[in-house]
């Protein structure tokens, strides 16, 4: 800034010649050119002349000026259409179009100033008059800059927020939730909050066939709330391999995540080992809900006694973990406190509402998850949670019967193969795209033994039904338009600006795995927030097979490949079966 | 063979492969001399309907500046899908 107010408050407009650039002078009458380059070049511009509109937008688009005096009426291209065009090609920077009018008539200063002109004077030019102008515009821009250049860093800083998000949230689905084991009765359910906020679920196998199982929660969200969890994933199954104890590790990560996290952030956890040798199950808990088990018909809560992970260095864990019989009992459930403080429309907790009844649901019946899920859904009514919900049910039954077989087997002879199940939710904040969610499950090694071409079969049944559940379940594209070549385009445009920014709602997916003999059968769910299917649509499509159509195919092959498939009513879950 | 334009389709073929498929066909539709199009399936081993549709769509845009399109060395999950397609009634599958 070259022009300051003096301290006596008058206008300093001495101008130094070095500030200024270049000045476009617009004018059919070369005397009047002459005048303006004159009065403009002692202020310290460069000028350039053009003669008429045509040559002013010429020279404007060649020399990006930045000041435009522009007169009236010119030959060719008039002064105010000139301005309107150059206003058109200035987006984005503020270049000042000043009007000289011969007359000073309203109307006419009116158009000017309606075409794009910032300013105006009248002819002849008053060079102290011009001065203060040229003052004045020159603040204007200078508050534009400001203003747009803050603009680009809160778009940058966006963007970057966003970034970080996608980074916690891959940081889970490789770098965490891929070290986990599969064990068998062990279930997990999550649902996320808008943003990534910190849940993280580990387990692992003990010697003698026991097993571990950690459900964390870290206080913020996004990257701040991944930091802690790639050490404590990494500790978790190293020490539990190493075969210690559960004060152990917890002093170890206790020390771990005091040093790492910032003094206001810790990790509420819980964690159990279950030892099917001694028939005892050991447990500690801080900062969380009452884990739940089942025994005879009862339900038995354990609340929470310690003080969470990451608060005090010098922390006695020994006396805290506590530990009970096997006998009579027959699941455990561990949840996240994001379950409790659910909130629906009118403010009221899910603890408060429905809890107790999800509760005996839990208690007494195997498909626990989806009435979870649909409790949540009518809880919620489309409004995602403000934490991750988190829950791990432990089917002691399964997960033991299974240990047993290996235990009791000798060592060369490899244990039956598991059955598995696998459950995602995709949407709200994080809509995967079908590799994502692939990649997730190939990184579970559940599908380690598959045979090669069962798991490209999956792979494609799978993207068909998922795209077609994101396209038209949760996006509501319809198909039809692609078909003619620049629908197809356009389809898959629509589809992408979608995807960048997706609409409310989840899509559910589900696979349950039985071995067979030398074989296999994969249920596959797939379920959509939306309308469902025209059905009729669908059955005539696939009867006028045309070969040369560009779309209409997805569902044909779907049936190819499957070999069960049911659509349900209205359309929008679709069941899936491999069978090999 | 001059006169066959090679087309290397990458190993997921699928609705992200849009746009690259695109340009590289446009390509080959563009070039004098080249009358077929010759797509290499060789390392295809993941292909969903969006792709069978991108290919329909590359075989009337070709027959419109009378080229001719194939597919060559497709094999597993892709050979089945290319066949449960019926693609081979438009275009040859080798």
Same mark, same amino acid.
């Not at chain 1, 235990?407 to 696998?422: C, R, T, V």
């Not at chain 1, 996006?475 to 979608?498: I, N």
């Given at each position: 800034?070259?022009?300051?107010?003096?301290?006596?408050?008058?206008?300093?407009?001495? /101008?130094?010649?070095?500030?200024?650039?270049?000045?476009?002078?617009?004018?059919?009458?070369?005397?009047?050119?002459?005048?303006?380059?004159?009065?403009?070049?002692?202020?310290? /511009?460069?000028?350039?002349?053009?003669?008429?509109?045509?040559?002013?937008?010429?020279?404007?688009?060649?020399?990006?000026?930045?000041?435009?005096?522009?007169?009236?009426?010119?030959?060719?291209?008039?002064?105010?259409?000139?301005?309107?065009?150059?206003?058109?090609?200035?987006?984005?920077?503020?270049?000042?179009? !000043?009007?000289?009018?011969?007359?000073?008539?309203?109307?006419?200063?009116?158009?000017?100033?309606?075409?794009?002109?910032?300013?105006?004077?009248?002819?002849?030019?008053?060079?102290?008059?011009?001065?203060?102008?040229?003052?004045?515009?020159?603040?204007?821009?200078?508050?534009?800059?400001?203003?747009?250049?803050?603009?680009?860093?809160?778009?940058?800083?966006?963007?970057?927020?966003?970034?970080?998000?996608?980074?916690?949230?891959?940081?889970?689905?490789?770098? %965490?939730?891929? @070290?986990?084991?599969?064990?068998?009765?062990?279930?997990?359910?999550?649902?996320?909050?808008?943003?990534?906020?910190?849940?993280?679920?580990?387990?692992?196998?003990?010697?003698?066939?026991?097993?571990?199982?950690?459900?964390?929660?870290?206080?913020?969200?996004?990257?701040?709330?991944?930091?802690?969890?790639?050490?404590?994933?990494?500790? /978790?199954?190293?020490?539990?391999?190493?075969?210690?104890?559960?004060?152990?590790?917890?002093?170890?990560?206790? @020390?771990?995540?005091?040093?790492?996290?910032?003094?206001?952030?810790?990790?509420?956890? !819980?964690?159990?080992?279950?030892?099917?040798?001694?028939?005892?199950?050991?447990?500690?808990?801080?900062?969380?809900?009452?884990?739940?088990?089942?025994?005879?018909?009862?339900?038995?809560?354990?609340?929470?006694?310690?003080?969470?992970?990451?608060?005090?260095?010098?922390?006695?864990?020994?006396?805290? %973990?506590?530990?009970?019989?096997?006998?009579?009992?027959?699941?455990?459930?561990?949840?996240?406190?994001?379950?409790?403080?659910v909130?629906n429309?009118?403010?009221a907790t899910f603890s408060s509402c429905g809890f107790k009844d999800l509760m005996?649901s839990?208690?007494?019946?195997?498909?626990? /998850?989806?009435?979870l899920?649909?409790r949540l859904?009518q809880h919620?009514?489309?409004?995602?949670?403000?934490?991750?919900?988190?829950?791990?049910?432990?089917?002691?039954?399964?997960?033991?019967?299974?240990?047993?077989?290996?235990?009791?087997?000798?060592?060369?002879?490899?244990?039956?193969?598991?059955?598995?199940?696998?459950?995602?939710?995709?949407?709200?904040?994080?809509?995967?795209?079908?590799?994502?969610?692939?990649?997730?499950?190939?990184?579970?090694?559940?599908?380690?033994?598959?045979?090669?071409?069962?798991?490209?079969?999956?792979?494609?049944?799978?993207?068909?039904?998922?795209?077609?559940?994101?396209? @038209?379940?949760?996006?509501?594209?319809?198909?039809?338009?692609?078909?003619?070549?620049?629908?197809?385009?356009?389809?898959?445009?629509?589809?992408?600006?979608?995807?960048?920014?997706?609409?409310?709602?989840?899509?559910?997916?589900?696979?349950?795995?039985?071995?067979?003999?030398?074989?296999?059968?994969?249920?596959?769910? %797939?379920?959509?927030?939306?309308?469902?299917?025209?059905?009729?649509?669908?059955?005539?499509?696939?009867?006028?097979?045309?070969?040369?159509?560009?779309?209409?195919?997805?569902?044909?092959?779907?049936?190819?490949?499957?070999?069960?498939?049911?659509?349900?009513?209205?359309?929008?879950?679709?069941?899936?079966?491999?069978?090999? | 063979?001059?006169? #066959?334009?090679?087309?290397?389709?990458?190993?997921?073929?699928?609705?992200?492969?849009?746009?690259?498929?695109?340009?590289?066909?446009?390509?080959?539709?563009?070039?004098?001399?080249?009358?077929?199009?010759?797509?290499?399936?060789?390392?295809?081993?993941?292909?969903?309907?969006?792709?069978?549709?991108? #290919?329909?769509?590359?075989?009337?845009?070709?027959?419109?500046?009378?080229?001719? #399109?194939?597919?060559?060395?497709?094999?597993?999950?892709?050979?089945?899908?290319?066949? #449960?397609?019926?693609?081979?009634?438009?275009?040859?599958?080798?």
């Amino acid at each position: 800034m070259s022009d300051q107010c003096n301290t006596d408050g008058s206008l300093n407009l001495v /101008f130094k010649p070095v500030s200024r650039r270049l000045a476009l002078v617009v004018d059919d009458e070369p005397i009047n050119c002459v005048i303006m380059q004159s009065i403009l070049e002692k202020m310290g /511009f460069e000028t350039a002349i053009a003669h008429d509109g045509y040559e002013a937008i010429e020279a404007f688009e060649l020399l990006a000026p930045d000041f435009v005096f522009m007169d009236v009426i010119m030959p060719h291209m008039d002064g105010r259409e000139a301005a309107r065009c150059i206003k058109s090609m200035t987006s984005g920077r503020f270049t000042p179009i !000043v009007f000289l009018t011969a007359l000073d008539d309203p109307e006419e200063v009116h158009a000017c100033i309606e075409a794009g002109g910032d300013d105006y004077l009248s002819k002849p030019v008053d060079p102290r008059l011009l001065r203060t102008r040229i003052y004045s515009l020159e603040r204007i821009r200078s508050l534009y800059q400001k203003l747009s250049r803050q603009h680009d860093e809160l778009l940058f800083k966006i963007a970057e927020e966003q970034e970080n998000e996608a980074l916690a949230n891959r940081v889970f689905l490789h770098a %965490v939730s891929a @070290h986990n084991e599969p064990i068998s009765g062990l279930d997990s359910y999550s649902r996320p909050a808008s943003c990534f906020s910190g849940d993280l679920v580990l387990s692992c196998r003990l010697g003698q066939g026991g097993i571990r199982v950690m459900l964390g929660d870290f206080t913020g969200h996004g990257l701040a709330a991944a930091i802690g969890a790639l050490p404590t994933s990494e500790l /978790f199954h190293a020490m539990t391999r190493q075969g210690r104890s559960i004060p152990e590790l917890l002093t170890e990560l206790n @020390h771990k995540l005091c040093r790492i996290l910032p003094d206001d952030r810790f990790m509420a956890a !819980v964690l159990i080992d279950i030892d099917p040798v001694k028939g005892e199950f050991c447990y500690w808990s801080g900062g969380m809900p009452p884990f739940v088990y089942k025994s005879k018909d009862q339900l038995i809560y354990h609340s929470s006694s310690g003080l969470p992970l990451g608060i005090l260095e010098n922390y006695d864990f020994v006396s805290e %973990v506590g530990s009970g019989r096997l006998t009579d009992i027959e699941r455990i459930l561990l949840m996240s406190d994001g379950l409790l403080d659910v909130r629906n429309q009118e403010g009221a907790t899910f603890s408060s509402c429905g809890f107790k009844d999800l509760m005996d649901s839990w208690a007494s019946n195997d498909g626990f /998850f989806s009435a979870l899920d649909e409790r949540l859904d009518q809880h919620c009514q489309n409004r995602l949670p403000d934490d991750d919900v988190t829950l791990v049910s432990i089917d002691l039954e399964k997960a033991l019967a299974v240990l047993n077989v290996s235990s009791d087997q000798s060592a060369d002879l490899s244990p039956e193969p598991e059955g598995w199940e696998w459950a995602l939710a995709s949407g709200g904040g994080y809509l995967l795209d079908h590799s994502e969610v692939i990649t997730a499950l190939t990184d579970t090694k559940y599908l380690q033994d598959w045979p090669a071409e069962q798991a490209e079969r999956l792979q494609t049944l799978f993207g068909e039904l998922y795209n077609n559940a994101i396209e @038209h379940g949760l996006f509501g594209l319809d198909s039809s338009l692609k078909s003619t070549p620049d629908g197809f385009h356009l389809y898959y445009e629509k589809r992408q600006a979608l995807f960048d920014d997706p609409p409310p709602g989840q899509i559910r997916i589900q696979m349950t795995f039985l071995p067979r003999q030398q074989g296999g059968c994969l249920r596959l769910v %797939v379920q959509d927030p939306g309308k469902g299917y025209d059905l009729t649509r669908l059955s005539e499509l696939e009867q006028h097979d045309d070969p040369s159509r560009f779309w209409g195919r997805g569902m044909q092959l779907v049936r190819s490949l499957a070999d069960n498939l049911i659509i349900h009513p209205p359309g929008n879950r679709v069941e899936a079966e491999l069978r090999w | 063979m001059s006169d #066959v334009t090679l087309i290397r389709i990458p190993e997921r073929f699928d609705f992200a492969c849009h746009k690259k498929f695109n340009e590289d066909t446009d390509q080959a539709l563009k070039a004098s001399g080249a009358s077929l199009i010759n797509l290499d399936f060789s390392q295809v081993n993941y292909l969903d309907s969006a792709a069978l549709g991108m #290919v329909v769509y590359l075989h009337k845009k070709a027959s419109a500046v009378n080229k001719k #399109v194939q597919i060559s060395n497709a094999h597993g999950i892709a050979l089945e899908i290319l066949e #449960v397609a019926n693609i081979s009634k438009i275009i040859p599958v080798k």
